[in-house]
């Protein structure tokens, strides 16, 4: 019937209609009840870490499909893989030196994985990089990142200097995205295998995030004393939780385009 709009359909168009305050308050009620859901449906909290890092190969394999099936980088931010590539190589320095577990054979892997991302985009796929496009200056996260790390880190027993590249490199991987998101918000048309990537490391995102929420429920708040003492705790959960806000709005148009059975993805002014 002509004019007619699913259920779906029509409350999509009620919350794009809504004043920012009360899309952010739906954002949030949305986030806590899919964190009761996960505590509820879940018995092992631990598993959203592997679920998490599952979501985010996924991602890389279609970042990866990208790079040598399609031949092209286009919408893809260099400039994202690079600060990428920071926080992961200085997160595998302190699992070397604090605490060598399973966490630094996925970052290792990871490492790699972006480090040829980058060599592909540098130099075998160059003539298809959105140059003009990637005009996110990174030293706007890595000044602000660096400062608040030498002011707010671990007060563990381990050395200064890696309690410092600790706090850095936490406080880099919840930002490290936003170059990617201004080339999405200058090009306005986000294509399939790009809009599938950035929608993976959004979900990695909150299932991380409803991790370490969940653990800090489990654990009644002894996980937080474990990290230490003053403002860091609580500064490890915000990152956590502004890496996944970051995302929120590019998941929500992201599924909403899937929805609708859009494969090119269309920002409107505004998002990301």
Sequence with gaps: MKGYKTPIHAAATWVRRQPPKIKIF??????????????????????????????????????????TKERTCAGLSLKSQELTAIFLAV??????????????L?????????????????????????????????????????????????STHHHLVNRISWAFCVYLEAVSVLPQLRVMQNTKIVEPFTA??????????????????LQVLDTRG???????????????????IVQTFILADFC??????????????RLPSGVV
């Excluded at 997160?91 to 630094?104: K, N, P």
């Excluded at 230490?228 to 490890?236: E, I, K, N, Q, T």
């Design 26 to 67: 739906l954002a949030v009620i949305t986030a806590l009840a899919a964190l009761v859901f996960l505590r509820m449906v879940v018995e092992d909290h631990d598993s959203l870490f592997v679920v998490a890092e599952a979501a985010h190969a996924i991602g890389i394999s279609v970042l990866i499909y990208k790079l």
């Design 196 to 213: 599938h990537y950035v929608f993976a490391l959004g979900v990695a995102r909150f299932l991380s995030c409803a991790h370490w929420i």
């Design 91 to 104: 997160r595998l320095y302190c699992s070397f030196v604090m605490e060598y577990d399973i966490h630094t």
């Design 252 to 265: 929500y148009y992201y599924v909403k385009s899937l929805i609708g059975g859009q494969l090119v993805l």
């Design 106 to 154: 996925l970052d290792s892997a990871t490492l790699v994985t972006t480090l040829w991302v980058i060599y592909m985009m540098r130099f075998k796929l160059r003539a298809s990089y959105m140059d003009d496009k990637d005009n996110f200056a990174i030293y706007y996260v890595l000044i602000p990142c660096a400062v608040l790390s030498f002011l707010i880190h671990p």
């Design 222 to 240: 002894r996980l937080l004393t474990a990290l230490g003492y003053g403002l860091w705790p609580s500064m490890v959960l915000l990152s956590e």
